[in-house]
């Protein structure tokens, strides 16, 4: 069994930052892809920034230069510096990997948290 849990959401002021943390457990061999995802109500998931294990990273243009991903493979974690938030960042983040699992070979399998939620008051 694969989980991940994510923290550090809650509720700043506008220009304020958080940091959010995503940790995996489990039967893993290796992790390829971490991302982390927001989706608001009624709209559809959008990605906010991935990072491969070889550490090559993308944005959403909506974030590039405010948000920071980054990693610890050793720790299978991945992290969210999100800085100059903006009451439109508000929504529920969610953390997502790519990974391969004991027993089960090449075979890879996405797993996703349970989302925190981030808001950001004007």
């Known amino acids: 069994q694969v989980q991940l849990v994510e923290s550090g959401g809650g509720l700043v002021q506008a220009g304020g930052s958080l940091n959010l943390s995503c940790a995996a457990s489990?039967?893993?061999?290796?992790?390829?892809?971490m991302g982390w995802y927001r989706q608001a109500p009624g709209k559809q998931r959008e990605l906010v920034a991935r990072i491969t294990s070889g550490g090559s990273t993308n944005y959403a243009d909506s974030v590039k230069g405010r948000f920071t991903i980054s990693r610890d493979n050793a720790k299978k974690t991945v992290y969210l510096q999100m800085n100059s938030l903006k009451p439109e960042d508000t929504t529920v983040y969610y953390c997502?990997?790519?990974?391969?699992?004991?027993?089960?070979?090449?075979?890879?399998?996405?797993?996703w948290g349970q989302g925190t939620q981030v808001t950001v008051s004007s």
């Open positions: 489990g039967s893993i061999v290796s992790i390829n892809v």
């Open positions: 997502n990997a790519e990974l391969s699992l004991s027993g089960s070979g090449s075979r890879l399998y996405l797993y």
